[in-house]
């Protein structure tokens, strides 16, 4: 979602800023903007890319402190008046802000009667007000000031406040929405995600809901919610810039597509045996008997992430023979859950600080649930507040379509299902030996997938122009279909829905015609007889046909018009190969649409407010 940057040390702070906002540029945004202190206070800010703000900024960016903002507009349109940073009538104060203040209005009419005039549709210009009205009261602390404001919001927030009666300090505030500190030499630095001051610094302080944190170009101080001063862990990055750069790609989207064999290879580095047959996972070996013998598995995510849930069900429930349901992380807490000591829920987020998922795991953890994470981004919020979890090390995904988080989601979810099989003897020594070898070759014929794309290619030519895409799958395969269709709709604006493949007949049947290209997604032995049924139904109403199939299923590929072809493996394996050709064909048709792929209109990549 929104992204903020801040920059306090000797050197031009506005090329520091902007630099950090391209870094943030992926999470989606409709406008951008920053702030100086050189004696005065100095906004820049409007609707549009970055590239519009660096050019509107030129050479003025003198000052040695400032802070900078790209906002994804929740109160109020994408406008140059929304956009942040927001002021105060006397211009000294600069504030910008991530996240919901859901009681903005309440807050807007107490300080309408106090004689404060405002110009924007936002919550955050109330907030920034509010601070000034305390700063009256009390003009020798900002961060006093801020404190008082907060205890008066509901909400979430992420927040860097400068101001020019206090020229050599930043003033930021956490409670819902992800802030950490950059520690330089001589040099601060703060943002939202860490891609924004990897190229400064490789140390870096997460600050947790309730902290505040004054930073000077010499150092910080973190202060809880009781304002008791706090002594907070430095983490090291590990984070390259060549891991956040495009190298040699036209998208950061077709880059980590073609980054999967080694994304996965990593994922299952140290962690599979195949000649022993084992599976290592530290980071859940402590809870392994409380996972074993749980009641059920409850599995809470969104979006991409929703999908690998509906492929770990199948797998949990064949491999290690437990309940499992998968629920939307935005509906969980709302439902009155009927969750408990004796459940496990696992939450999984490829960013960590999905803002939905984070409150499903609250939930779960007040109601006496064991949680798990599966999660990438090491030191999120999420890792920091399961009871235990696996890391994904897929490496930074930039691209706002997520691509590699969803194989490697796939892949540990695997390894759990297979590891919890093994201990709880639902999975013989023989099937699991069988399985992590096959896993094992995963990486190197997703690496055959993708040294032959002309004919997915020619495929997305071809179907470029189409209004609407049907996905059908059944088993392991139906969730690849629902992904499909996610990505085709994401960065190429066609209208696309994934079925189960039987469910075509109550309902999505009515929809095929000439003009209507059906995906279906047959690389399973067990459900083969019934794909082929479903095709020939689709054949029978003249539907284009493009079949995701194996080579050696000959039966599928002669009733299809267009096959792509994956090679074979196991079925509880199969989503890692089917899902290549899909996310190759909604990139190709995206491009081909001239759609903006790594930054698709209205979508931001970590989904950080409700």
């Known amino acids: 979602m929104c992204g903020i940057v801040g920059y306090v040390g000797d050197k031009q702070a506005g090329k520091i800023i902007i630099d950090g906002l391209k870094r943030l540029e992926y999470r989606g945004y409709d406008s951008a903007g920053l702030a100086i202190i050189n004696k005065q206070l100095t906004i820049k800010k409007g609707k549009g890319k970055v590239a519009n703000l660096e050019k509107m900024v030129g050479n003025d960016q003198m000052g040695t402190i400032g802070i900078g903002?790209?906002?994804?507009?929740?109160?109020?349109?994408?406008?140059?008046?929304?956009?942040?940073?927001?002021?105060?009538?006397?211009?000294?104060?600069?504030?910008?802000?991530?996240?919901?203040?859901?009681?903005?209005?309440?807050?807007?009419?107490?300080?309408?009667?106090?004689?404060?005039?405002?110009?924007?549709?936002?919550?955050?210009?109330?907030?920034?007000?509010?601070?000034?009205?305390?700063?009256?009261?009390?003009?020798?602390?900002?961060?006093?000031?801020?404190?008082?404001?907060?205890?008066?919001?509901h909400g979430t927030y992420g927040i860097a406040v400068v101001h020019s009666d206090f020229p050599d300090q930043i003033v930021v505030a956490r409670k819902g929405s992800p802030l950490l500190l950059?520690?330089?030499?001589?040099?601060?630095?703060?943002?939202?995600?860490?891609?924004?001051?990897?190229?400064?610094?490789?140390?870096?302080?997460?600050?947790?809901?309730?902290?505040?944190?004054?930073?000077?170009?010499?150092?910080?101080?973190?202060?809880s919610a009781d304002q008791i001063e706090l002594s907070k862990e430095v983490h090291e990055l590990a984070l390259s810039l060549d891991e956040i750069e495009k190298g040699g790609f036209d998208h950061f989207m077709l880059k980590e597509i073609f980054e999967q064999?080694?994304?996965?290879?990593?994922?299952?580095?140290?962690?599979?045996?195949?000649?022993?047959?084992?599976?290592?996972?530290?980071?859940?070996?402590?809870?392994?008997?409380?996972?074993?013998?749980?009641?059920?598995?409850?599995?809470?995510?969104?979006?991409?992430?929703?999908?690998?849930?509906?492929?770990?069900?199948?797998?949990?429930?064949?491999l290690a023979k437990v309940p499992v349901e998968v629920e939307y992380a935005s509906e969980f807490r709302y439902k009155e859950p009927l969750i408990g000591e004796d459940d496990v829920m696992i939450v999984i987020s490829q960013s960590g600080e999905t803002a939905d998922t984070l409150a499903a795991l609250r939930?779960?953890?007040?109601?006496?649930?064991?949680?798990?994470?599966?999660?990438?981004?090491?030191?999120?919020?999420?890792?920091?507040?399961?009871?235990?979890?696996v890391y994904i090390h897929a490496g930074p995904e930039i691209g706002v379509a997520s691509t590699k988080a969803f194989t490697a989601q796939v892949t540990v979810l695997t390894m759990m299902a297979i590891k919890l099989g093994l201990y709880k003897k639902t999975?013989?020594?023989?099937?699991?030996?069988?399985?992590?070898?096959?896993?094992?070759?995963?990486?190197?014929?997703?690496?055959?997938?993708?040294?032959?794309?002309?004919?997915?290619?020619?495929?997305s030519d071809l179907f470029s122009y189409a209004p609407n895409f049907l996905y059908l799958g059944r088993s392991y395969s139906f969730p690849v279909a629902l992904e499909g269709a996610l990505k085709l709709k994401e960065i190429s604006y066609i209208h696309a829905e994934g079925y189960p493949a039987a469910e075509m007949k109550h309902g999505?049947?009515?929809?095929?015609?000439?003009?209507?290209?059906v995906v279906v997604i047959a690389a399973t032995d067990h459900t083969n007889d019934k794909m082929i049924s479903n095709i020939e139904e689709v054949r029978a109403r003249k539907g284009r046909i493009i079949?995701?199939?194996?080579?050696?299923?000959?039966?599928?590929?002669?009733?299809?018009?267009?096959?792509?072809?994956?090679?074979?493996?196991?079925?509880v394996l199969s989503p890692l190969l089917t899902v290549i050709p899909l996310q190759l064909l909604s990139y190709f048709i995206a491009v081909n649409r001239g759609c903006n792929v790594d930054q698709p209109r209205n979508l931001a990549k970590s989904v950080t407010v409700e």
């Open 427 to 459: 999975l013989s020594s023989k099937e699991a030996k069988e399985l992590i070898a096959a896993l094992s070759q995963i990486p190197d014929k997703i690496e055959t997938i993708l040294q032959n794309t002309d004919q997915i290619k020619h495929i």
């Open 508 to 517: 999505p049947i009515a929809l095929i015609d000439e003009m209507m290209p």
């Open 69 to 153: 903002h790209t906002r994804w507009a929740t109160h109020g349109e994408p406008n140059d008046i929304n956009s942040h940073p927001h002021t105060i009538e006397s211009g000294k104060l600069a504030l910008v802000h991530n996240g919901i203040i859901e009681n903005y209005n309440t807050l807007k009419k107490k300080l309408i009667e106090q004689g404060y005039i405002f110009y924007s549709e936002t919550d955050t210009e109330v907030l920034g007000k509010l601070i000034d009205s305390f700063l009256k009261n009390d003009s020798t602390s900002l961060k006093k000031a801020i404190q008082l404001a907060l205890h008066q919001v």
């Open 261 to 318: 064999p080694k994304s996965i290879s990593d994922c299952l580095r140290g962690r599979i045996n195949a000649e022993e047959g084992t599976v290592t996972l530290g980071g859940i070996e402590s809870v392994m008997d409380k996972l074993a013998n749980a009641n059920r598995i409850i599995i809470a995510a969104c979006g991409t992430s929703w999908h690998s849930s509906l492929v770990g069900e199948y797998l949990f429930e064949y």
């Open 182 to 223: 950059g520690v330089g030499d001589g040099e601060m630095l703060i943002a939202s995600d860490a891609s924004a001051v990897a190229a400064y610094t490789d140390k870096v302080v997460y600050l947790d809901d309730g902290e505040i944190a004054v930073i000077t170009k010499d150092g910080y101080t973190v202060e």
């Open 363 to 389: 939930e779960a953890k007040a109601r006496g649930a064991l949680v798990l994470g599966v999660v990438n981004v090491v030191g999120s919020t999420i890792a920091r507040e399961t009871d235990a979890g």
């Open 547 to 571: 079949a995701i199939t194996t080579a050696e299923n000959t039966e599928v590929g002669n009733l299809a018009e267009f096959t792509s072809i994956v090679p074979e493996t196991k079925d």
